[in-house]
Antibody, heavy 122, light 110 residues
Framework: EVQLVESGGVLEQPGRSLRLSCAAS????????MHWVRQAPGKGLEWVSG????????GYADSVKGRFIISRDNAKNSLYLQMNSLRAEDTALYYC???????????????WGQGTLVTVSS | QSVLTQPPSASGTPGQRVTISCSGS????????VNWYQQLPGTAPKLLIY???QRPSGVPDRFSGSKSGTSASLAISGLQSEDEADYYC???????????FGGGTQLTVL
C-alpha cells in the first residue's frame, strides 16, 4: 500500500525558514517523480514544486521560486521542501504527491499524503 | 486568479448528469493532457481522471472526461450524494514550465 506521510509543519514567523519532509513507502521511490502541492485555508490547490526521479529535473511555481528548495533522498525514500524567507501567503496545508512517471513534467499525481500545516504569522 | 478557469460551483439532483468545464490556453490544455481531482470535505485530493479521459482503478464509470482544443470537461452521470465534493482540473503548462490547476468547482447534490 502506498503511503506518504508529511511532517514539519508548524507556526513560524515571517522571514524565517522551515523544512518539510515526506516519508514514502509501498512503492519503488526512486522510480517516480515527486511533488509538493499546497492549499491555503478555504482556497484551491496550487502546485509548488516537482522533482524527477534522479533530481535531474526540478521545477518551481513562480510564487516560491528563489525561496523554496525541493530535494529528495532516494536511499531514505524521502522528499523534502526547504522553505526560506517565509511569507504570510505561504500559509497552507502542504501535500506531498507521487507522480505517475519519473520525469516530473506531469500533473498526474496518483497518490497524496494527508498534508502538513504551515502557518506563517508574527 | 488561476491559469485554468472552472466555474466556482455546480449542482444537480440525485440521478442527474452534471458537467464541469475547464478552460485553458495553447500552452497548457492545448498541448498537454488534462487530469481531474476530487477532494471530499476534509480529505486529501484523489486522482479521478488522467490523460483526459482515463479512469484509475476503482473510479466508477459514472465519471468521464473529455478534451477539445484548449478546453476540457468532467461529466458525472447518475449523480449520488457522495459525489458532493470539490473538483479540480490540472495540466502542465509549457510556458510556465510547471503544473497549473483550475480554481476548483464545488459540486452540490441537492
Amino acid at each position: 500500500e502506498v503511503q506518504l506521510v508529511e511532517s514539519g509543519g508548524v507556526l513560524e514567523q515571517p522571514g524565517r525558514s522551515l523544512r518539510l519532509s515526506c516519508a514514502a513507502s509501498g512503492f519503488t521511490f526512486d522510480d517516480y517523480a515527486m511533488h509538493w502541492v499546497r492549499q491555503a485555508p478555504g482556497k484551491g490547490l496550487e502546485w509548488v514544486s516537482g522533482i524527477s526521479w534522479n533530481s535531474g529535473t526540478i521545477g518551481y511555481a513562480d510564487s516560491v521560486k528563489g525561496r523554496f528548495i525541493i530535494s529528495r533522498d532516494n536511499a531514505k525514500n524521502s522528499l523534502y521542501l526547504q522553505m526560506n524567507s517565509l511569507r504570510a501567503e505561504d500559509t497552507a496545508l502542504y501535500y506531498c504527491a507521487k507522480g505517475s512517471d519519473s520525469s516530473g513534467y506531469s500533473t498526474t499525481f496518483d497518490y497524496w499524503g494527508q498534508g502538513t500545516l504551515v502557518t506563517v504569522s508574527s | 486568479q488561476s491559469v485554468l478557469t472552472q466555474p466556482p460551483s455546480a449542482s444537480g439532483t440525485p440521478g442527474q448528469r452534471v458537467t464541469i468545464s475547464c478552460s485553458g490556453s495553447s500552452s497548457n490544455i492545448g498541448s498537454n493532457t488534462v487530469n481531474w481531482y476530487q477532494q471530499l470535505p476534509g480529505t486529501a485530493p484523489k486522482l479521478l481522471i488522467y490523460s483526459n479521459n482515463q479512469r484509475p482503478s476503482g473510479v466508477p464509470d459514472r465519471f468521464s472526461g473529455s478534451k477539445s482544443g484548449t478546453s476540457a470537461s468532467l461529466a458525472i452521470s447518475g449523480l449520488q450524494s457522495e459525489d458532493e465534493a470539490d473538483y479540480y482540473c490540472a495540466a502542465w503548462d509549457d510556458g510556465l514550465i510547471g503544473a497549473v490547476f483550475g480554481g476548483g468547482t464545488q459540486l452540490t447534490v441537492l
